[in-house]
T-cell receptor, first 116, second 112 residues
Framework: GAGVSQSPSNKVTEKGKDVELRCDPISGHTALYWYRQSLGQGLEFLIYFQGNSAPDKSGLPSDRFSAERTGGSVSTLTIQRTQQEDSAVYLC??????????????FGPGTRLTVL | AQSVAQPEDQVNVAEGNPLTVKCTYSVSGNPYLFWYVQYPNRGLQFLLKYITGDNLVKGSYGFEAEFNKSQTSFHLKKPSALVSDSALYFCAVRDSNYQLIWGAGTKLIIKP
């Protein structure tokens, strides 16, 4: 596709349930990022994938959060045993990776997660 | 420590007036700086970036930003604001791990 896509666009779940959020990056982009944005707030980095390298998981807030990227393309962010504080918009972005050259990130529309 | 600061939570400007959204940064080495915009209920969109060269960078929707190395600033500007410019603006700097460090965002409100 032309841009980064995310699904679902909205997800309402009950506390304690697991959820999976999907990101389909721009074709050819080797770098993929997950962020979390609470209402009207800034971006909180969660995890970063670059090619076949081990992901940078330094931003994951707890062990309930995990992510994988299959075949260097589609990524899934999984939140286990959701809590109300997990409610936020989850944003995915992708970019080219050019070593020493700056690379802008292209964002998807986000998934709005509401935990009741 | 590497960081980005947007000192204003909100900026109010009358339509037709010039606008400035402030950003300062702290990063080791040469900074790669970005501005993004987030319109209501939409994803973030890239506006412009500074890598090297001319300190005045022009971007989308008539926006520009001025890189000032001595003041470690990268303020976003537009000569004449439009109501449609009302949005949330984020400044970011790339760190040594090729990740972006984000400012907290500034809400820009343009009043007719």
């Amino acid at each position: 596709g032309a841009g980064v896509s995310q699904s679902p666009s909205n997800k309402v779940t009950e506390k304690g349930k697991d959820v999976e959020l999907r990101c389909d990056p721009i074709s050819g982009h080797t770098a993929l990022y997950w962020y979390r944005q609470s209402l009207g707030q800034g971006l909180e980095f969660l995890i970063y994938f670059q090619g076949n390298s081990a992901p940078d998981k330094s931003g994951l807030p707890s062990d309930r959060f995990s992510a994988e990227r299959t075949g260097g393309s589609v990524s899934t962010l999984t939140i286990q045993r959701t809590q109300q504080e997990d409610s936020a918009v989850y944003l995915c972005a992708s970019s080219t990776y050019l070593g020493g050259v700056s690379d802008e990130q292209f964002f998807g529309p986000g998934t709005r997660l509401t935990v009741l | 420590a590497q960081s980005v600061a947007q000192p204003e939570d909100q900026v109010n400007v009358a339509e037709g007036n010039p606008l400035t959204v402030k950003c300062t940064y702290s990063v080791s080495g040469n900074p790669y700086l970005f501005w993004y915009v987030q319109y209501p209920n939409r994803g973030l969109q890239f506006l412009l970036k500074y890598i090297t060269g001319d300190n005045l960078v022009k971007g989308s929707y008539g926006f520009e930003a001025e890189f000032n190395k001595s003041q470690t600033s990268f303020h976003l500007k537009k000569p004449s604001a439009l109501v449609s410019d009302s949005a949330l603006y984020f400044c970011a700097v790339r760190d040594s791990n090729y990740q972006l460090i984000w400012g907290a965002g500034t809400k820009l409100i343009i009043k007719p």
